[in-house]
């Protein structure tokens, strides 16, 4: 089983709609969780992070975190054809003396006109 | 406010060579982090630097090696490349004393082998 599960899509969605997508982890040692946006030959690009169970909001995009289901998503509002892109979500923790970033595979997002 | 930074942008080498990937960190950053991803996969994490010391290794072979500088750069080499070594190498910066957790990428160096 991978540390962090997402699907890989392509998830298309109508431009203004809401994307949601999904993340699953199974190592409860994780403490908090991030999403990243990359864009095809990119660098991975900080969207954003959660810590707490509940929803985070910033912008159009919303994360969630349920700790006890093993949880993350990341909901974007009025999804623009700019947010075509694939969304890493990543879970961090310490490994012995260091802090870790484990990801998924990615989701690959496609908003059409 | 400078972002991480890292050289080369690009580079082709052939199987059997030596290649070193340099990194500078985000201004204010101590660590490190250095992420191999292939084409069509996530991150995987290769090592962490802080205070010049690899704190932590993820499953890589020692053809992988490291090594963080006062002024806190870091340097990745690999050694005896394989065709399998092609990717995108990213570089991650973080602050120690924030607790490491917020990461900020370079915009990567891409080997290919060949």
């Known amino acids: 089983q991978k540390e962090v599960e997402q699907n890989s899509g392509p998830l298309s969605v109508p431009e203004g709609a809401i994307a949601s997508l999904n993340c699953t982890y199974s190592d409860r040692g994780s403490q908090s969780f991030f999403w990243y946006r990359q864009y095809s030959g990119k660098s991975p690009e900080l969207i954003m992070f959660?810590?707490?169970?509940g929803d985070k909001e910033d912008g159009r995009f919303t994360a969630q975190l349920n700790k006890a289901s093993q949880y993350v998503s990341l909901l974007i509002r009025d999804s623009q054809p700019s947010d075509s892109a694939t969304y890493l979500c990543a879970g961090w923790g310490y490994r012995g003396t260091a802090s870790k970033l484990t990801f998924g595979t990615g989701t690959r997002l496609q908003v059409t006109l | 406010d400078a972002g991480v930074t890292q050289s080369p942008t690009h580079l082709i080498k052939t199987r059997g060579q030596q290649v070193t990937l340099r990194c500078s960190p985000k201004s204010g950053h101590d660590t490190v982090s250095w992420y191999q991803q292939a084409l069509g996969q996530g991150p995987q994490f290769i090592f962490q630097?802080?205070?010049?010391?690899?704190?932590q290794r993820g499953n890589f072979p020692d053809r992988f090696s490291g090594h963080q500088f006062p002024n806190y750069s870091s340097e990745l080499n690999v050694n005896a490349l394989l065709l399998g070594d092609s990717a995108l190498y990213l570089c991650a910066s973080s602050s120690w004393t924030t607790g490491g957790d917020t990461q900020y990428f370079g915009p990567g160096t891409r080997l290919t082998v060949l």
């Open positions: 630097y802080y205070e010049e010391e690899e704190r």
């Open positions: 959660i810590y707490s169970n």
